[in-house]
């Protein structure tokens, strides 16, 4: 991949606040985009194909990966997520930075394919925190709430191999921390 310096990847546990910053830094940073990931989750309301994810089934995703069409992919909750790695190229060749909003093992084999990028880690202040945060979002059921806060024990042990490693207590200042690391 040209340029690898251009991609940005934000990651940390599910409900810290990782598609609230990322929509906040676009808003501010037109030469910004943001990767669309593909996922055999099913949409949740107001979720739109193409839009917020390319909703695939499980056998085109698999598909996908024969194909080496992903950057990198993860199983996540009893889904699959991964990042087409096409239109990466093209977006960072139009001079594009792009930001990959990804969970944890995703990230880690980005790191390992690419050197020269930034990797960030968002941290929730407490674990208790974040628990209300997936629970206030109201989009997953009980069991799916119960996977993402198991795997979030072991996400956390992972950032302290990322570049940064932010608390995400307030959007705006998250947000504020990540323009100066990445500009
Ligand atoms: P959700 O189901 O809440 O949309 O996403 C679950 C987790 O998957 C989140 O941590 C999200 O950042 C992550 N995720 C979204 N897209 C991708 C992707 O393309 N690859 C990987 N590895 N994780 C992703």
Same mark, same amino acid.
């Given at each position: ?11 940390g546990p599910?409900g810290v606040g990782? &598609?609230?910053v ?12 943001? $990767? %669309? ?8 309301? &107001? ?5 917020? *994810? *390319? @909703?695939?089934?499980? /056998?085109? @995703?698999?598909?996908?990966? $024969?194909? /080496? ?8 909750? &009893?889904?699959? *997520? &991964? ?38 880690f968002l941290l929730p202040p407490n674990k208790k925190e974040l628990e209300k945060r997936i629970?206030d979002?109201?989009?997953?059921? /009980? ?6 806060? /198991?795997?979030a024990?072991?996400?956390i042990? $992972?950032s302290?191999? @990322?570049? *940064?490693v932010l608390k995400n207590y307030e959007i705006?200042k998250t947000?504020?921390? %990540? @323009?100066?690391?990445? $500009?």
């Amino acid at each position: 991949m040209k340029n690898p310096k251009k991609l940005i990847i934000i990651t940390g546990p599910s409900g810290v606040g990782k &598609g609230t910053v990322v929509k906040n830094i676009l808003k501010k940073d037109k030469n910004i985009w943001i $990767s %669309i990931s593909a996922t055999t989750r099913k949409p949740r309301e &107001g979720e739109e194909h193409g839009k917020d *994810y *390319y @909703f695939l089934t499980k /056998e085109k @995703f698999k598909e996908m990966i $024969s194909n /080496e069409m992903f950057l990198e992919w993860a199983e996540f909750a &009893g889904n699959y *997520y &991964g990042t087409p790695i096409d239109i990466i190229n093209e977006k960072i060749q139009n001079g594009y930075k792009v930001i990959l909003e990804i969970e944890v093992e995703g990230a880690c084999q980005v790191r390992e394919k690419l050197s020269n990028i930034i990797s960030i880690f968002l941290l929730p202040p407490n674990k208790k925190e974040l628990e209300k945060r997936i629970r206030d979002r109201g989009t997953d059921d /009980e069991k799916s709430i119960l996977q993402r806060l /198991e795997r979030a024990d072991f996400e956390i042990s $992972s950032s302290k191999d @990322f570049d *940064y490693v932010l608390k995400n207590y307030e959007i705006d200042k998250t947000v504020d921390e %990540i @323009f100066k690391i990445i $500009s």
